[in-house]
């Protein structure tokens, strides 16, 4: 057996037409597309070909509105601190406290420079409040930053709602898009979104390639500055295998939306379903009814994710987890702690994340293992009896110290 | 994914004494649901003997807490309680081949546990300092409370200290960030502000080999004679009691003698030791139990 991967919002494969697209670039247009002679300048327009693919995915007016960077963290980074350096006098940054690290180190960093952060807190659903965002926009901020989808739970952001209030209120707006393009419909001509990050290796692109989206007009400053690549914004010699890829990606994404929304929905629905039918004190995470539609994200009370992710991948299945053990910290994702999910459950989160290569076999296989190994493990917990929780797991578990 | 053993991934999937253990006298229950580890370590122990007879466990945790369970399980069964208490954490792991450093504190919590359950049956009170912060230093899985405490106890004011001190920084050094922001923060509380200087890593090992008895010797008694100053500022004291090849056994006696700082302090003369000598050096304070600390810190 190949193996179950469910774990698509960490990273994809490389659709092989992708690979097909790409491999030229290395081998007889290795031009560099700056260059006047031919063996640049095909290279070019293979970039430009790219640059016009992304701009159709994202529904972008202008094609030159497309920078390509290295990955999501660069456009993130790019992005926020072009509008710091665009507005010095601004010395106030609004996010949520649901970002991905690649926002929130950025932000922890800032306020450490002199930078006063507002994280937008949320409910049990993690939805945030309008009226504090409302509250917080004034022309003492200098940017906005707001993840379209939520890698971990998939929910969604009111992210077009949201530039608006902020465009109304003369404030930048950024979203960190990663794990939103190639799955959702995105126009942003139509939107009154400033800039959006997006990377390359979570639709079916290589790592190492991802965008940043500036919309025309918008002050810019560029994080890396030397020769006149993507017209100075980003400067360094193009990674055109990978444009190259990233545009094919682009394509077929658009191509396969209509599929994401449709079948790799049914799947997911029915592997969540079918899970939570099986297992009891099992409960979804986030806003079930607006969310990404190859995400499902599992909250298995009174067991720890780690321990499910090696039983999973003994059976061949990947997925990933929030809990604490898995990233190396002592505490449980800063997400669920977020949306207030209590201890006993967070720890035991567990994200399926599936793709349009995910098939009904697969997820027919993954809801006939899961209630085993999650059986198994609740049999070692100190927090299961017999037949169920504990009535009173503090008190029928009273350790020393807490 | 983590990089376990064989040993760790063989106890974590088929874990031995999992479950309760209807007929215990001693039971320890250690850790909580929101660190993500619990443990609740079960024993059966002959009052005639102190023998430990049986041993279950039943644990809310990652694998490698599974895993370390398991192992203490296997570990005490049999062992007089006077010796199992002095199994270490360190014993755990290596017991399963070793942990990633991220992980220590799941044998850290098995020995807490064995402590809280033998105490349980001897009608003791069991508490523990236990603090854990943010884990700094990878290379030497040392955390943020850890360094802290180091810095603010010893006066230290640099990375060099603290390297010397804690280990922490002295290898791939992409933690002196973190360090430098510890600190930063200890510095300021006692008015004084952080100075980066230059560290010198890997240094240049004195030639080993050459040294005679009397020269190791007196080279010893340099390095401990240098930090006694600081030891007596704390009350404490150190002084050479015995050189046995690569083993050096002091007597500490004061403020730091049984302490955490123990541990620390040794840790730090034992690296001074080394870089003087330029071999292998194993301090031992010469009071029994000590020296499992000195070497479990993780
Ligand atoms: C929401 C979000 N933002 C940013 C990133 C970082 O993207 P990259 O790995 O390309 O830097 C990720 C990837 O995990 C993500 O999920
Ligand atoms: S992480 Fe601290 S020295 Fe390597």
């Given at each position: 057996m190949e193996g179950i991967y469910l774990d698509n919002n960490a990273t994809t494969r490389v659709d092989p037409a992708v690979v097909e697209a790409m491999l030229p670039y290395f081998t007889e247009q290795f031009g560099n597309p700056s260059s006047l002679h031919s063996f640049g300048n095909k290279v070019g327009l293979a970039v430009k070909k790219a640059r016009m693919q992304v701009q159709e995915l994202l529904g972008a007016e202008h094609e030159s509105e497309i920078i390509f960077t290295s990955c999501g963290t660069e456009s993130d980074s790019t992005a926020i601190l072009s509008a710091l350096k665009a507005n010095p006098e601004r010395r106030e940054i609004i996010t949520t406290v649901l970002e991905h690290p690649a926002i929130l180190s950025l932000y922890s960093q800032l306020e450490k420079e002199g930078y006063t952060a507002h994280y937008l807190k949320v409910d049990g659903?993690?939805?945030?409040d309008m009226d504090e965002y409302k509250r917080l926009l004034s022309d003492k901020v200098a940017v906005v930053s707001v993840m379209w989808a939520n890698n971990e739970t998939g929910s969604f952001f009111p992210v077009l709602e949201m530039a608006e209030l902020a465009n109304a209120a003369g404030v930048m707006f950024h979203t960190d898009a990663v794990q939103a393009v190639g799955k959702v419909p995105i126009d942003l001509k139509n939107s009154k979104i400033d800039m959006l990050s997006l990377s390359g290796h979570k639709l079916h692109a290589p790592k190492g390639i991802g965008v940043l989206y500036l919309k025309r007009g918008v002050r810019f400053r560029p994080l890396l500055r030397g020769g006149h690549q993507e017209r100075g914004r980003r400067a360094g010699t193009e990674n055109t295998a990978s444009i190259v890829a990233l545009g094919k990606a682009c394509e077929m994404a658009l191509a396969a939306m209509e599929h994401e929304n449709t079948e790799v929905r049914r799947l997911r629905d029915k592997l969540e379903a079918g899970i939570l039918a099986k297992v009891p004190h099992a409960f979804v995470t986030g806003d079930a009814s607006n969310r990404l539609p190859n995400t499902s994200n599992i909250a298995f009370e009174y067991i720890e994710g780690e321990a499910i992710l090696l039983l999973l991948n003994k059976f061949g299945i990947a997925a990933s987890s929030g809990s604490a053990c898995t990233s190396g910290s002592l505490e449980p994702s800063h997400v669920m702690r977020a949306m207030g999910i209590p201890y006993t459950a967070a720890h035991g989160t567990t994200r399926f994340s599936l793709s349009r290569y995910t098939t009904e076999e697969e997820i027919d296989r993954v809801i006939q293992v899961v209630p085993e190994i999650v059986a198994q493990l609740r049999k070692l917990s100190p927090y299961w009896g017999e037949n169920g929780p504990s009535a009173e797991p503090e008190k029928d578990f009273a350790p020393v110290y807490a | 994914m983590w990089d376990y053993s064989d040993k760790v991934k063989e106890h974590f999937f088929q874990p031995r004494n999992a479950g309760p253990l209807a007929d215990a006298n001693a039971v320890g229950d250690v850790g909580s649901i929101s660190c993500g580890d619990a443990l609740r370590l079960m024993l059966k122990v002959d009052p005639e003997t102190e023998t430990i007879e049986e041993a279950h466990f039943q644990t809310f945790g990652c694998g490698s807490a599974i895993a370390s369970s398991s192992a203490l399980t296997e570990i005490v069964k049999g062992m007089k309680l006077d010796d199992a208490l002095k199994v270490s954490n360190q014993d755990i792991a290596d017991y399963l081949d070793g942990l990633p450093p991220e992980k220590m504190h799941c044998s850290v919590m098995g020995r807490e546990a064995l402590q809280a359950a033998i105490a349980n049956y001897r009608g003791e009170e069991w508490s523990d300092d236990h603090e854990e912060g943010a884990l700094i230093c990878k290379c030497f899985a040392i955390d943020a409370v850890l360094i802290e405490d180091t810095v603010r106890a010893n006066n230290l004011s640099t990375m060099e200290d603290v390297i010397n001190y804690t280990k922490a920084g002295g290898g791939c050094a992409s933690c002196h960030e973190g360090i430098e922001e510890i600190l930063a923060k200890v510095l300021a509380e006692r008015g004084e502000t952080f100075k980066a200087v230059p560290v010198k890593l890997d240094k240049e090992a004195p030639k080993p080999g050459k040294l005679t008895n009397l020269e190791r010797i007196r080279r010893i008694e340099a390095v401990l004679e240098s930090v006694r100053p600081q030891l007596q500022r704390d009350h404490g004291d150190i002084e050479l009691v015995d050189v046995d090849g690569k083993t050096v056994y002091v007597s500490m006696t004061g403020?730091?003698?049984?302490?955490?700082m123990e541990a620390l302090t040794l840790q730090g003369i034992q690296t001074k030791l080394m870089e003087e000598l330029g071999e292998l050096i194993k301090l031992v304070p010469t009071r029994a139990g000590s020296l499992a600390r000195a070497t479990s810190q993780p």
């Open positions: 659903k993690g939805r945030v | 403020a730091c003698a049984g302490c955490q």
